[in-house]
């Protein structure tokens, strides 16, 4: 009898073991992982009591907010769904982006663990962009649905004004049409000013403009062919330039061309640099490196190869770039030549670290190039149908992606005065004008909104 009592106390004493094993594991070793479910109700409810801190633009306007219900539990609200390329989305079903990713941490208060000891409503902080709601609506309209995407900054703080990227989403839907935004091939969850990976074609005569100014051997200018159309190779099929502006005359430099923006001359121009002369260039201008803004762009692939140096001249090699990029390129024109680093939240930012990409002299001449650009670009007399730049200068030109993507219209430029900068990308628009006329109004409308 004493035998089977201790064969019972033992089975007893195992069963009591394996019960305490197995919620030891699940109860602290598997705890993290099964809190971190996503089908974890607790957790859910837990993101859900949060009182999220809003972002403002400048002027202190919501850009977006978390209201409580009478559940106690908070949404997520945005009033200006045109805002939406900077300040992202919030879903507790699909994630985070934008500044509500890059900032999460104080919008979310993780600051500690005494609210959630002492059982109080955790409340996050605030974020204040640099963006101006006033420029960002204006641009946004006036961009409407063409495919593209407009960026505005300060030239000397790097400062972004505006951040334009269409199609676009409302943040407020998002959650309904979740599929509908991913299997949509016009990418409409893609921020293309500061994501978008674009050949830049007739917009890189900008750096091959300074760069050839800095060069150290003599560029010889064929003014008799100057204005001639290239033919080169491009995803297998051929593909002709042209000048986006065609002369009327007999083009006499390379500032000239540049102002017609002409393919030719700079075909000649990657021809003297020569491959390791074009790839210094990009590097001056931060043609190899994401923007610091509010998101990093994913892992750049390795720039690709100059590859042949008079079709890298012209824009159309391995080279892609971004609004961001370009704007900053535009910003060294009228900064004396210094890349501001951008940024977009005014409050927390890390400090930047502004580079020089040409000197001063070839700053000046590459301003007064891109002046003689904005005014044989016919766009019109922008500065004074809108109040505030009267100044405008840029550079409108085309790239060409393949035979089946079609044109893109490029603007990079800006108001010399008030310190502003744009670049402007239009996709499947064949006239650089169109893209003249998007960036030459954001710059004027800026200057505007900011004196």
Same mark, same amino acid.
């Given at each position: ?7 019972l106390?033992? +089975? ?15 109860g @602290? @070793?598997?705890?993290?992982?099964l ?22 633009d ?6 977006? @907010?978390?209201?409580? #219900?009478?559940? *106690? ?7 200006y769904? /045109? ?24 919008l979310r ?17 605030? @974020?204040q ?19 593209? +995407? ?41 921020? $293309?000013?500061?994501?978008g990976?674009?050949?830049? #074609? ?8 300074? %760069?050839?100014?800095?060069?150290? =051997? ?8 100057? +204005?001639?159309?290239?033919?080169l ?5 051929? &593909?002709?330039?042209v ?15 540049y102002?017609h ?9 990657? =021809? ?43 824009? /159309? ?14 910003? !060294? *024109? ?16 890390a ?7 040409? $000197? ?5 001449q590459?301003?007064?190039?891109? $002046? ?11 500065? =004074? ?6 100044? &405008? ?19 990079? *430029?800006?108001c ?25 109004? %954001?710059? !004027?409308?800026?200057?505007a909104?900011?004196?």
């Open positions: 009898m004493t035998r089977q009592l201790d064969r106390a033992i +089975a007893i004493l195992l069963a009591f073991a394996a019960v305490a094993a197995v919620l030891g594991y699940w @602290v @070793v598997r705890a993290p992982d809190l971190a479910r996503d089908d974890n109700p607790r957790l859910v409810d837990a993101e859900r009591a949060i009182a999220r801190g809003a972002i403002y400048r002027e202190g306007r919501p850009l977006a @907010v978390s209201t409580a #219900g009478a559940d *106690g539990f908070y949404t997520r609200a945005y009033p769904p /045109q805002a939406a390329p900077a300040t992202g989305y919030y879903s507790l079903r699909y994630g985070i982006s934008g500044v509500e990713a890059a900032y999460d941490a104080a208060g993780d600051y500690g663990a005494w609210d959630e000891l002492l059982h109080r409503t955790r409340r996050g902080g605030d @974020v962009l640099t963006l101006d709601l006033d420029v960002q609506l204006a641009v946004a309209e006036m961009l409407g649905d063409r495919a593209g +995407a407009v960026i505005v900054v300060d030239a000397k703080t790097g400062a972004v004004l505006a951040m334009v990227s269409s199609p676009t989403f409302d943040p407020n839907t998002l959650d309904e049409r979740w599929d509908e935004l991913t299997d949509d091939p016009a990418a409409p969850l893609l921020n $293309r000013a500061t994501q990976r674009y050949q830049p #074609g007739g917009a890189l005569q900008t750096v091959a403009l300074a %760069a050839a100014l800095d060069w150290n =051997e003599p560029l010889v200018f064929d003014a008799g062919r100057a +204005a001639e159309p290239v033919d190779k491009l995803n297998g099929a051929s &593909i002709t330039l000048c986006a502006r065609p002369p009327d005359r007999p083009l006499v430099d390379l500032a000239d061309a102002a923006a002409c393919p030719a001359p700079f075909a000649a121009v990657g =021809e003297a640099l020569r491959a390791a002369g074009l790839e210094a260039a990009f590097v001056d201008f931060g043609l190899f490196d994401p923007p610091p803004l509010i998101e990093p762009a994913g892992q750049l692939p390795t720039p690709a190869p100059v590859g042949d140096p008079a079709a890298a001249g012209l824009g /159309q090699a391995g080279l892609t770039v971004s609004p961001a990029q370009m704007v900053r390129a535009a910003a !060294a *024109g009228i900064n004396g030549g210094t890349l501001p680093a951008l940024y977009l939240v005014s409050d927390t930012r400090p930047g670290r502004s580079e020089t990409a040409m $000197r001063r002299t070839v700053a000046a590459v301003q007064d190039a891109m $002046r003689a650009a904005f005014a044989a670009s016919d766009v019109g007399d922008v500065g =004074e149908m809108v109040e505030g730049c009267t100044d &405008i200068i840029g550079h409108a030109s085309l790239a060409l992606s393949g035979p089946e993507n079609g044109a893109l219209a490029w603007f990079v *430029g800006g010399v005065e008030e310190g502003l900068a744009a670049a402007a990308v239009l996709e499947g628009a064949p006239d650089a004008g169109e893209a003249a006329q998007v960036g030459a109004w %954001a710059l !004027a409308l800026a200057a909104q900011t004196r």
